[in-house]
Nanobody, 112 residues
Framework: QVQPVESGGGLVQAGGSLRLSCAASGKLFSANTMGWYRQPPGKRRELVATITSIGSANYADSVRGRFTISRDNAKNMLYLQMNSLKAEDTAVYYC??????WGQGTQVTVSS
């Protein structure tokens, strides 16, 4: 299977919003639990949010209420809507669309 590709990162001021997209391929897309992860500068990669095949979402405490994960199985797309961004959200964001299927990452920088 082909690795997914993220897009939508960039520089935004604190309080702003960004929407990340992840384009994936593969016949099992709709069956997989998927997620967004991030790696802040100098820190380990951490879970941001996951979503099951039927749309049940789970969030890290640090982003709950501000971020929304969603998926479009017909288009093989995964999304992360990020609102009320904070400086501590600065990180490289990765999507995971199945076992061993990781994107290359997209940089999100939030200026305070």
């Amino acid at each position: 299977q082909v690795q997914p590709v993220e897009s939508g990162g960039g520089l935004v001021q604190a309080g702003g919003s960004l929407r990340l997209s992840c384009a994936a391929s593969g016949k099992l897309f709709s069956a997989n639990t998927m997620g967004w992860y991030r790696q802040p500068p100098g820190k380990r990669r951490e879970l941001v949010a996951t979503i099951t095949s039927i749309g049940s979402a789970n969030y890290a405490d640090s982003v709950r209420g501000r971020f929304t994960i969603s998926r479009d199985n017909a288009k093989n797309m995964l999304y992360l809507q990020m609102n009320s961004l904070k400086a501590e959200d600065t990180a490289v964001y990765y999507c995971n669309t199945g076992p061993g299927l990781w994107g290359q990452g997209t940089q999100v920088t939030v200026s305070s």
